[in-house]
C-alpha cells in the first residue's frame, strides 16, 4: 500500500497483534502513532481517520465486539474540536490544545476503552483574538444551532453583540463547514458519550454564561476615603443579570470579587478597589478560568465513560499536538508549542536516526553511516538549567518586582553567544528575541511572558464558585486536569511561594510524562507537509514542501530505511518461530530446546546463525541474480537482507517479507498433511459405522423383502383360488342360462312357426279372395340367418315389362344406363328380424316392394340390426328398389346398430347419386369412425370419391382408428385418380399437411409406392405443398422413410427431395446419417445425390465411423467425384494411420489432409497436387476478386486425384472407356490388399 494514515495505522494494529511484536513477558508491544507538522497542515484530520481506522478493523475482525465503545471513542472528536479548536489566520481547524489518545484493546484485538491526555490549553484566545481568527468553535455553533427557545433560555444573541466574539471581523469558517449544522454533530455526540440532559444543559449554560461575562462593563468610581474604584456598568444589566443567575450571586458579591482585590498580610486584612481595566482583566480571569475548568471536566467526563476498569492492556497511543507556529505576534503560547514540536523532532531523530545507528554498532551489524542533524542544543537554550529561557522565566517571575523586560535583558546576557539565540539592536530594543528552531527562527515578543507563567488565580474568583449552590459550577472546581509530578520543595522560601507551580514548568512536565510513555512504546510517524500557505486547494509550493521534509528529518529518515533493518526479533523468538522452516541435516543441528529461556545464549547465537545460514541457501535459490555477490559471510547476508546481531536477528523488508511467505508456505503444507490425517481417521470411522450399518441395514432389508414377498405369494394364491372358484360359479351359470335362454328361444320359435303359417294362411286366402298377387302382411318370425328362400332370377316369370311401376323422381328404367344387372342367380341371406318388405327389397322385387308398400307395409321398419328396407336395398345395389323406396320417402339419414347410413353401405355410384340427391348426408360417421367418403376412398370407388366431393365431403375428416384422412388412404393404397380428384379440393392447403396417428404426412406413404407411379406421386403432392421435411413420430422424414424402410428406393425421388430443399444431414435416432444408411446398403446413386447437395463424408455416428470408412473402397472414386462443397476436416490428433493406405504415423511422420475430401493421409498417400480454379464451384478461393483463376497447387489424397483426372477427361469429350481407363490409377482396393 502507497504512504498513507490507514497504511501507519493498519501496521501498528498488526504490530500489536502481532506474536513477533510481543514483548519477552508474552505482552503485547505498545504502539504510538505520533502525527506532526506545521499548523494548518492536517495533523487533527490525520487523527481522526486513524481512529476511525483502527476503530473500524477492531470491530470488522471481532464481530461480536461491543460497538457502543468504538462509537463512544469515535464521538469524543466532535466534542473535543468544539470546545478545542478555533479558526487561526492558517488554518480553519486550528487545534487550540494538544491531546494523546490512547485507544485499549483486548487480546483478540477488540476495541475496549480510551483515554485522553490533554496539553496546554490556549485559554487567553477566550478573551481576544486577532484580525480574521475566530473564538472557539462552541460560541459560533451554540448560536447558529440553538433553538428559539433555547436562544431565550440562554439570552443569546447574534455573534457581533458578545465582547469576546466581535473583537475580529470574522465569524464564519472558510472551509464551508456549517455552525449550525456541527451544533447538531455535538449534541448527537454527547448523546453518543452518554451525557444526559442535565449535563447538556449545564454545560450550554456556561458557554452562553461566558459569553455575557465577557460583556460586562465597568465604570469608574470614587470612594469616601478618596480612592478610586470601578463598579459594574448599568449598560450591560442583561449580561450582568444572566451571570449572577448563573453563579447564584448577588451584585455585591460579584463586583467584590471583580473589582476589588483582598490583601492579607501578617496582621491584618483589608481590600483595594481596582480600576476599570484592572477590573476588566480580573473579569477576563475569570471567564478563562471557567471555561479552563470546564474543558478539563468535560475530557475528565469522557474518560470515566470510555476509559478500560484494567490499566494493563495493550494500547495504541495517538499524538495530535500543536503544530509548529510562525505568526505575526508570537507570545509564551507559540514558544511552549514550538518547544513541544522540537522535543518531539528530538525524539524523531533519536527513534529513527541515532537509536538506528547506535543499535547496529551496538549489534556489530555491518550498514552505512549516516550524519543527521541534532536539535538537543536548541531544546537546551529552551529548557537547561539554570539560564535555560524557561527556566529564567520561572526565576523572574519568582523574584520580586519580576517583569517582562527584566526578563528579555537576562536572555540577552545570557545567550548573547548561542547560536540558537539572537537579538538585534532594534529587537533589543523592543524586549524581542529569536529561536533558531528545527523548523526555522521565530521572534518573539516578551510582553506578557511572566503573567502568563503565573497564571495567577486571585482567590476572590474562586470563592464567588464556591459559594455557588449549584453543584456543577462548584464541580469544575473538583476536576484535576493532570496529575502534577511531585517537586521538590525549595528550601529557605515561602510556602505560599514554594507550592506554586508556573505553567511552563507544568507543560514540561506534562511533555516529560508524554516522552516517557512514548519511549516504552513502539513509535510510528506521521508527517503532514503543508503544500501552501493560502490554505488553496489544488496548489503546491515546492520550496515550501522541500523546506519541510529537510526540516522534520524525512529526507534522513528514508536514507536511514533504506540502508537498515527495519525488523528485529530475538534469537529465542527467531528460532523458535522459525526453525520450522528447516529440514534435513539444518534441522538435527538446532535444536528446539533453543527456544526455551534457559539455553545458553551463545549457542542460541550459534543455532540462530545456523537457520539464518538455511534461510540464505533457500533465499539464494529464489533469487538466484543475488547469488555470489560475495564469498564473505557476512557481506552474503547483508545482500540477502538478514544479518545475525548479539542478541537479535535483523531482516530488512524484502528479506522478512521472503520468510514469512515460506513460514506460510510450510504452514500450509503442514496444514495439508494434519487435514489429510484428519480426514482420513474421519473417514476410516465413518467407513466402519457405515459398513456396520449396511450389513444391518441389508439384513433388515432382505428380511423385509423376504417378508413381502411371501405376503405377496400368499395373496396371489389366495385371489387365484377366488378366481378359480368365481370362474367355475361363473361357468355353472353361464350353462345354465344358456340352457334356459335355448329352452326360451325354442318356445319363440315353435310359436312364430305357427303364426307364420297362420299368415301365410290368411294371406292366401285374401290373395285368393282379392286376385292381388302380393299381400302386406310381413313376417315378424325370427328366421336366422341360416334361413334361405326360394331362389329368385332376373328371367322369372315376373319380367320387367309386365311390372306396374308408378311414375315417381326416382322410378325410372335404368336399362340404358352403364350399370347392368348381375344376370346371376345368388342365393338370399336374411338378417335377424327381416320383414318382408326387407326380403323384397333383398331380392329385387321390385313390383312386390310396390304392392306391399301400397298395403301399408313400413317403408322405415327396422329388422334386429337396426337396418330398414333402404340399407337393404342399398346394401344388394338394388337401383329399383332403392328409386321406389326414395320415392315413397324413406329416410335417407336412418343409422343402423353400427351407425351406418344406406350410403356407408351401398357401392353402386347410381345409388349413392341417388341418396345424395334425396339429402343424405355424406359426412355423418358410423361407429368406427368412418365416413361414406372413406369407404369409397378404401375401396378405390373413383366415381363415388367423386359424387362425394361434389356434394360437400368433409376431406379434413380423419377416422378414428389410424387417425387418417382420404389423401393418406388414395396414397397408401395407390388410387391415384382419387388422389387427383381430393387435390382439387378447395381445402387441399389444409389436407396436405395433415397427419396421421403417427405423425405421417402423405409423402411418408407416398415414397414407399412403386417405381412406376412413385415420383410422378412424390412430385405431385410437394407442388400442392406437401412438407419434404415433416418429422414423424419416429423422427423420420420422408426422405429418412424412402431410403431406410423403402424395398426399391428410386434416386429419381431422392433427388426430388434434395432439390425442394430436404436437409441431408439429418440425423437418425441411431446417431448416423442418411448417407451412413445409403452407402451400408449400397445405394450409391442415392449416396451421390446426397454428396452432391451438401451431405458430410466425414460425419460420425455413435459408433465414432465416418462415412468414407464404412464404405466399400470400391464405390470411393464414384462418391469422391460427387463433391461438390467443402469437406469437413478430419481431426488429425485422433488418427493414429492413414486412412488411404492404413499405415502407422510413427513418431516424425507428416500428416496431410486432403483439401477435397478432407481424409488425413501420410506423405505417400497424398503427393499430389491440383489447381485451385479445377475444384468445384462451392469451393472458396478458386477466383480472385478480379474473376482471374487462382492456380496454386493444393495438396489432394491419390483418390481425389484420379477422381479429377476423370473430370479433366470428361471436360475434354473424350469418350466414357477413354476417360475411365486414363483416370484409373490406382484402387484403393488393391492398395489396401
Known amino acids: 500500500m502507497p504512504p498513507h494514515v490507514f497504511s501507519i495505522a493498519d501496521k501498528a494494529y498488526r504490530s500489536l497483534m502481532n506474536p513477533i511484536g510481543h514483548s519477552a513477558n508474552g505482552g503485547a508491544a505498545n504502539q504510538s502513532i505520533l502525527v506532526s507538522g506545521e499548523s494548518g497542515a492536517g495533523k487533527t484530520e490525520s487523527t481522526k481517520f486513524v481512529m476511525n481506522y483502527l476503530a473500524t478493523i477492531s470491530q470488522h475482525k471481532n464481530a461480536g465486539a461491543d460497538s457502543n465503545v468504538m462509537k463512544q471513542v469515535l464521538s469524543s472528536n466532535p466534542i473535543l474540536e468544539s470546545f478545542g479548536n478555533a479558526r487561526t489566520i492558517r488554518n480553519d481547524n486550528s487545534s487550540r490544545f494538544g491531546k494523546f489518545i490512547k485507544m485499549e484493546f483486548s487480546s483478540q484485538g477488540s476495541l475496549i476503552g480510551a483515554s485522553i491526555q490533554t496539553y496546554l490549553l490556549e485559554k487567553v484566545r477566550l478573551a481576544y483574538q486577532a484580525e480574521s481568527e475566530r473564538n472557539y468553535h462552541i460560541f459560533y455553533e451554540i448560536i447558529a444551532g440553538a433553538t428559539a427557545e433555547e436562544k431565550k433560555r440562554w439570552n443569546l444573541k447574534a455573534p457581533t453583540k458578545f465582547h469576546y466574539l466581535n473583537q475580529s471581523t470574522c465569524v464564519k469558517r472558510k472551509d464551508g463547514v456549517n455552525d449550525a449544522e456541527q451544533f447538531g454533530i455535538l449534541k448527537n455526540a454527547m448523546q453518543t458519550m452518554g451525557f444526559n440532559d442535565e449535563d447538556m444543559e449545564s454545560i450550554f449554560a456556561t458557554v452562553a454564561a461566558l459569553l455575557h461575562i465577557g460583556n460586562l462593563e465597568f465604570d469608574e468610581t470614587h470612594q469616601a476615603s478618596g480612592t478610586e474604584s470601578s463598579e459594574i456598568s448599568s449598560m450591560c444589566e442583561d449580561s450582568m443579570n444572566v451571570v449572577l443567575q448563573y453563579l447564584e450571586v448577588d451584585k455585591a458579591g460579584l463586583e467584590q470579587a471583580i473589582c476589588n482585590r483582598n490583601i492579607q498580610t501578617k496582621d491584618e486584612h483589608y481590600s483595594i478597589g481596582l480600576l476599570p481595566d484592572a477590573a476588566e482583566n480580573v473579569r477576563d480571569a475569570l471567564a478563562r478560568f471557567l471555561y479552563g475548568k470546564l474543558f478539563d471536566w468535560l475530557v475528565s467526563r469522557i474518560n470515566e465513560i470510555v476509559e478500560n476498569e484494567d490499566r494493563d492492556v495493550p494500547f495504541i497511543g495517538l499524538l495530535d499536538i500543536f503544530g509548529f507556529e510562525d505568526l505575526e505576534h508570537n507570545s509564551f503560547e507559540q514558544l511552549c508549542i514550538n518547544y513541544a514540536n522540537e522535543t518531539l523532532q528530538q525524539h524523531f531523530n533519536l527513534t529513527v536516526l541515532r537509536m538506528e545507528q547506535e543499535t547496529y554498532e551496538k549489534e556489530e551489524i555491518q550498514w552505512s553511516f549516516i550524519n543527521f542533524p541534532d536539535n538537543g542544543p536548541c531544546i537546551e537554550l529552551i529548557q537547561g538549567k539554570p539560564y535555560g529561557i524557561l527556566p529564567a522565566l520561572d526565576e523572574e517571575c519568582i523574584v520580586p518586582q519580576g517583569n517582562d523586560q527584566n526578563f528579555a535583558r537576562k536572555l540577552y546576557r545570557q545567550h548573547e553567544l548561542n547560536p540558537h539565540f539572537s537579538a538585534s539592536k532594534t529587537e533589543k530594543a523592543n524586549h524581542l528575541f529569536v529561536v533558531h528552531h528545527y523548523a526555522g527562527a521565530v521572534t518573539y515578543d516578551t510582553f506578557g511572558f511572566c503573567e502568563k507563567n503565573k497564571d495567577i488565580l486571585y482567590p476572590e474568583i474562586t470563592a464567588i464558585i464556591k459559594r455557588s449552590s449549584k453543584p456543577f459550577v462548584r464541580g469544575l472546581l473538583q476536576v484535576s486536569n493532570e496529575k502534577k509530578s511531585p517537586s521538590r520543595k525549595p528550601k529557605g522560601r515561602a510556602s505560599s511561594v514554594a507550592t506554586r507551580v508556573s505553567l511552563g514548568l507544568q507543560f514540561r512536565n506534562q511533555l516529560k510524562t508524554l516522552l516517557e510513555t512514548i519511549n516504552v512504546t513502539d513509535c510510528h510517524y506521521v508527517r503532514c507537509l503543508k503544500p501552501n500557505d493560502k490554505a488553496k486547494a489544488n496548489l503546491l509550493v515546492s520550496k515550501r514542501v522541500c523546506d519541510q521534509l529537510k526540516a522534520g528529518g524525512v529526507l534522513e529518515a528514508v536514507r536511514v530505511n533504506r540502508a537498515g533493518y527495519p525488523v528485529r526479533i530475538a534469537h529465542q523468538q527467531f528460532i523458535k518461530r522459525y526453525r520450522p522452516l528447516a529440514n534435513g541435516e539444518y534441522l538435527q543441528r538446532i535444536p528446539a530446546e533453543a527456544a526455551e529461556e534457559n539455553f545458553d545464549s551463545t549457542e542460541r547465537k550459534e543455532a540462530a546463525g545456523l537457520l539464518v545460514e538455511f534461510l540464505l541457501k533457500a533465499h539464494a535459490e529464489r533469487y538466484p541474480e543475488l547469488a555470489g555477490v560475495s564469498s564473505d559471510n557476512q557481506q552474503e547476508t547483508a545482500v540477502a537482507g538478514i544479518q545475525v546481531g548479539l542478541t537479535r536477528v535483523f531482516f530488512r523488508r524484502s528479506a522478512i517479507q521472503f520468510v514469512e511467505a515460506q513460514l506460510a508456505k510450510r504452514y500450509g503444507e503442514f496444514v495439508v498433511l494434519i487435514q489429510a490425517a484428519v480426514r482420513g481417521l474421519i473417514a476410516r470411522r465413518h467407513y466402519a459405522r457405515m459398513q456396520t450399518s449396511a450389513v444391518l441395514l441389508q439384513k433388515v432389508i432382505r428380511g423385509f423383502n423376504t417378508r413381502c414377498r411371501f405376503y405377496i405369494l400368499r395373496e396371489r394364491h389366495r385371489q387365484k383360488q377366488a378366481e378359480l372358484l368365481r370362474q367355475q360359479q361363473l361357468a355353472e351359470k353361464k350353462q345354465r342360462?344358456?340352457?334356459?335362454?335355448?329352452?326360451?328361444?325354442?318356445?319363440?320359435?315353435?310359436?312364430?312357426?305357427?303364426?307364420?303359417?297362420?299368415?301365410?294362411?290368411?294371406?292366401?286366402?285374401?290373395?285368393?279372395?282379392?286376385?292381388?298377387?302380393?299381400?302386406?302382411?310381413?313376417?315378424?318370425?325370427?328366421?336366422?340367418?341360416?334361413?334361405?328362400?326360394?331362389?329368385?332370377?332376373?328371367?322369372?316369370?315376373?319380367?320387367?315389362?309386365?311390372?306396374?311401376?308408378?311414375?315417381?323422381?326416382?322410378?325410372?328404367?335404368?336399362?340404358?344406363?352403364?350399370?347392368?344387372?348381375?344376370?346371376?342367380?345368388?342365393?338370399?341371406?336374411?338378417?335377424?328380424?327381416?320383414?318382408?318388405?326387407?326380403?323384397?327389397?333383398?331380392?329385387?322385387?321390385?313390383?312386390?316392394?310396390?304392392?306391399?308398400?301400397?298395403?301399408?307395409?313400413?317403408?322405415?321398419?327396422?329388422?334386429?340390426?337396426?337396418?330398414?328396407?333402404?340399407?337393404?336395398?342399398?346394401?344388394?345395389?338394388?337401383?329399383?328398389?332403392?328409386?321406389?323406396?326414395?320415392?315413397?320417402?324413406?329416410?335417407?339419414?336412418?343409422?343402423?346398430?353400427?351407425?351406418?347410413?344406406?350410403?356407408?353401405?351401398?357401392?353402386?355410384?347410381?345409388?349413392?347419386?341417388?341418396?345424395?340427391?334425396?339429402?343424405?348426408?355424406?359426412?355423418?360417421?358410423?361407429?368406427?369412425?368412418?365416413?361414406?367418403?372413406?369407404?369409397?376412398?378404401?375401396?378405390?370407388?373413383?366415381?363415388?370419391?367423386?359424387?362425394?366431393?361434389?356434394?360437400?365431403?368433409?376431406?379434413?375428416?380423419?377416422?378414428?382408428?389410424?387417425?387418417?384422412t382420404a389423401l393418406h388412404l388414395a396414397v397408401r393404397k395407390g388410387h391415384y385418380q382419387i388422389v387427383m380428384e381430393l387435390c382439387k379440393s378447395e381445402d387441399?392447403?389444409?389436407?396436405?399437411?395433415?397427419?396421421?396417428?403417427?405423425?405421417?404426412?402423405?409423402?411418408?406413404?407416398?415414397?414407399?409406392?412403386?417405381?412406376?407411379?412413385?415420383?410422378?406421386?412424390?412430385?405431385?403432392?410437394?407442388?400442392?405443398?406437401?412438407?419434404?421435411?415433416?418429422?414423424?413420430?419416429?423422427?423420420?422424414?420422408?426422405?429418412?422413410?424412402?431410403?431406410?424402410?423403402?424395398?426399391?428406393?428410386?434416386?429419381?425421388?431422392?433427388?426430388?427431395?434434395?432439390?425442394?430443399?430436404?436437409?441431408?444431414?439429418?440425423?437418425?435416432?441411431?446417431?448416423?446419417?442418411?448417407?451412413?444408411?445409403?452407402?451400408?446398403?449400397?445405394?450409391?446413386?442415392?449416396?451421390?445425390?446426397?454428396?452432391?447437395?451438401?451431405?458430410?463424408?466425414?460425419?460420425?455416428?455413435?459408433?465414432?465411423?465416418?462415412?468414407?470408412?464404412?464404405?466399400?473402397?470400391?464405390?470411393?472414386?464414384?462418391?469422391?467425384?460427387?463433391?461438390?462443397?467443402?469437406?469437413?476436416?478430419?481431426?488429425?490428433?485422433?488418427?493414429?494411420?492413414?486412412?488411404?493406405?492404413?499405415?502407422?504415423?510413427?513418431?516424425?511422420?507428416?500428416?496431410?489432409?486432403?483439401?477435397?475430401?478432407?481424409?488425413?493421409?501420410?506423405?505417400?498417400?497424398?503427393?499430389?497436387?491440383?489447381?485451385?480454379?479445377?475444384?468445384?464451384?462451392?469451393?472458396?478461393?478458386?477466383?480472385?476478386?478480379?474473376?482471374?483463376?487462382?492456380?496454386?497447387?493444393?495438396?489432394?489424397?491419390?483418390?481425389?486425384?484420379?477422381?479429377?483426372?476423370?473430370?479433366?477427361?470428361?471436360?475434354?469429350?473424350?469418350?466414357?472407356?477413354?476417360?475411365?481407363?486414363?483416370?484409373?490409377?490406382?484402387?484403393?482396393?488393391?492398395?489396401?490388399?
Not at 452407402?1079 to 455416428?1101: Q, T, Y
Request: glycine share 6%.
Open 737 to 964: 342360462d344358456e340352457e334356459r335362454r335355448a329352452a326360451e328361444e325354442k318356445r319363440i320359435m315353435d310359436e312364430k312357426r305357427k303364426a307364420a303359417e297362420l299368415e301365410e294362411q290368411n294371406r292366401l286366402t285374401a290373395q285368393s279372395a282379392s286376385s292381388d298377387p302380393v299381400s302386406d302382411d310381413s313376417s315378424d318370425g325370427d328366421r336366422g340367418s341360416s334361413m334361405k328362400l326360394p331362389r329368385y332370377s332376373r328371367d322369372s316369370n315376373e319380367s320387367r315389362g309386365s311390372r306396374a311401376v308408378s311414375r315417381f323422381r326416382f322410378t325410372k328404367d335404368y336399362g340404358d344406363d352403364d350399370y347392368a344387372m348381375p344376370n346371376t342367380s345368388r342365393q338370399v341371406a336374411m338378417d335377424p328380424g327381416d320383414t318382408v318388405l326387407h326380403v323384397a327389397a333383398n331380392c329385387c322385387n321390385e313390383q312386390d316392394v310396390l304392392k306391399l308398400l301400397q298395403n301399408g307395409s313400413d317403408i322405415n321398419a327396422r329388422n334386429r340390426r337396426g337396418r330398414t328396407p333402404l340399407h337393404t336395398a342399398s346394401f344388394y345395389q338394388n337401383v329399383e328398389v332403392v328409386g321406389i323406396l326414395l320415392d315413397w320417402e324413406a329416410d335417407v339419414l336412418v343409422q343402423d346398430d353400427d351407425g351406418n347410413t344406406p350410403l356407408h353401405l351401398t357401392k353402386d355410384p347410381r345409388i349413392a347419386r341417388m341418396l345424395l340427391e334425396a339429402g343424405c348426408t355424406p359426412n355423418i360417421v358410423n361407429a368406427d369412425g368412418r365416413t361414406a367418403l372413406i369407404n369409397a376412398v378404401d375401396r378405390g370407388d373413383a366415381k363415388t370419391v367423386k359424387l362425394l366431393l361434389h356434394f360437400k365431403a368433409d376431406v379434413l375428416f380423419r377416422e378414428l382408428k389410424h387417425h387418417q
Open 988 to 1233: 387441399i392447403h389444409d389436407l396436405i399437411l395433415l397427419t396421421d396417428r403417427n405423425e405421417n404426412n402423405a409423402l411418408h406413404f407416398a415414397v414407399s409406392r412403386d417405381r412406376k407411379n412413385g415420383y410422378r406421386l412424390v412430385d405431385y403432392l410437394i407442388k400442392h405443398g406437401a412438407e419434404v421435411d415433416k418429422v414423424n413420430a419416429r423422427f423420420q422424414t420422408p426422405l429418412v422413410v424412402h431410403i431406410m424402410t423403402t424395398r426399391q428406393t428410386d434416386p429419381a425421388i431422392t433427388e426430388l427431395f434434395l432439390a425442394r430443399g430436404a436437409d441431408p444431414n439429418i440425423q437418425l435416432a441411431d446417431g448416423s446419417t442418411l448417407l451412413h444408411v445409403a452407402v451400408e446398403r449400397e445405394l450409391i446413386d442415392i449416396a451421390c445425390a446426397l454428396i452432391k447437395h451438401g451431405a458430410s463424408l466425414n460425419a460420425p455416428d455413435a459408433k465414432g465411423r465416418m462415412v468414407i470408412e464404412v464404405a466399400n473402397k470400391k464405390f470411393l472414386k464414384k462418391l469422391f467425384s460427387a463433391i461438390t462443397q467443402p469437406p469437413t476436416w478430419i481431426d488429425e490428433k485422433e488418427r493414429r494411420s492413414c486412412m488411404l493406405c492404413g499405415s502407422n504415423f510413427k513418431f516424425g511422420n507428416r500428416r496431410h489432409h486432403c483439401r477435397h475430401c478432407g481424409r488425413v493421409c501420410c506423405s505417400d498417400c497424398s503427393a499430389f497436387t491440383v489447381e485451385m480454379h479445377r475444384f468445384p464451384k462451392e469451393f472458396p478461393g478458386r477466383m480472385t476478386n478480379g474473376g482471374k483463376q487462382v492456380k496454386d497447387p493444393q495438396r489432394v489424397c491419390r483418390t481425389c486425384h484420379a477422381v479429377f483426372k476423370m473430370r479433366t477427361a470428361q471436360k475434354e469429350s473424350k469418350s466414357g472407356f477413354m476417360a475411365r481407363v486414363l483416370g484409373y490409377e490406382w484402387d484403393e482396393v488393391t492398395a489396401t490388399n
